[in-house]
C-alpha cells in the first residue's frame, strides 16, 4: 500500500450517501442493461458462474470475520489479503462479464473498462480512505499488518495471529445474503436468457 496515513489533526474522510446511492443505481443500471442486450450461452454461463461464485464464497467468507472499525481484522481471509472483500467483489464481475456474452465479444470489452474503472478509481479511493482510517485507529498495529498482507492478491504464508472463528451472525449482519441473492438472481435471469432461442 503506497498511501501515507492522515496527520493526527486532520479531520476524518466523509462518505457521500447521496454520491454513494448514485453509483450503486448507475452499478445497477449498468447490470441491467447488460442483461437486457446479451446473448449468453451455456459454457459461458458456467464459466462466469464459477468465477462470481468463488468470489461470493470469499466475500461470504470475509463478511464472517469483519467487524467494521471495532478492531483491526487479520482473521480469516484478512490473513491473506488486507482486502478480501474486494477481491470477491472482482471475481464476481470478472463471472458476470464472462457470462454475459454481447455479440463480437463486446461484453469482454466493457469487462476491461470495468477492471479500469477497479484498479484505477475504485481500489485506490478505498485505500486512501479506509487506510487513513484504519491508520488513526489501529496504529502501528495497521502499519506492521499492511506492511505484510498483500493489498488484492493474497499471500501463500498467513499472517500470524487473528484465531477468531467465522460468525453467521457477523455475516448476516455485514449483509453479504443481500449480494448473494442478487448475484443469485443476475445468474438466474442468465441462465433463463441463454435458455431461450
Known sequence: MT???????????????????IRLLAVYAFIAALLWICRP??????AGAAFALAGEALRIWAAGHLTKSVRLITSGPYAYTQNPLYLGRLLILTGLGIAARIDGYLNLVLLLAGYAVFFLYYIPRKLRVEGGRLAR?????????RSSVPILVPALRRYPGG????????????????VLAGIALVLGLLIWKGARP
Do not use: C
Open 3 to 21: 498511501d501515507n496515513p492522515a496527520p493526527a489533526d486532520a479531520p476524518p474522510p466523509t462518505r457521500s450517501k447521496p454520491l454513494g446511492r
Open 41 to 46: 450461452t451455456p459454457a459461458l454461463i458456467a
Open 137 to 145: 485507529l489501529h496504529g502501528p498495529a495497521f502499519e506492521e499488518y
Open 163 to 178: 484465531n477468531d472463528s467465522w460468525s453467521f451472525r457477523l455475516m448476516v449482519r455485514n449483509q453479504e445474503p443481500l
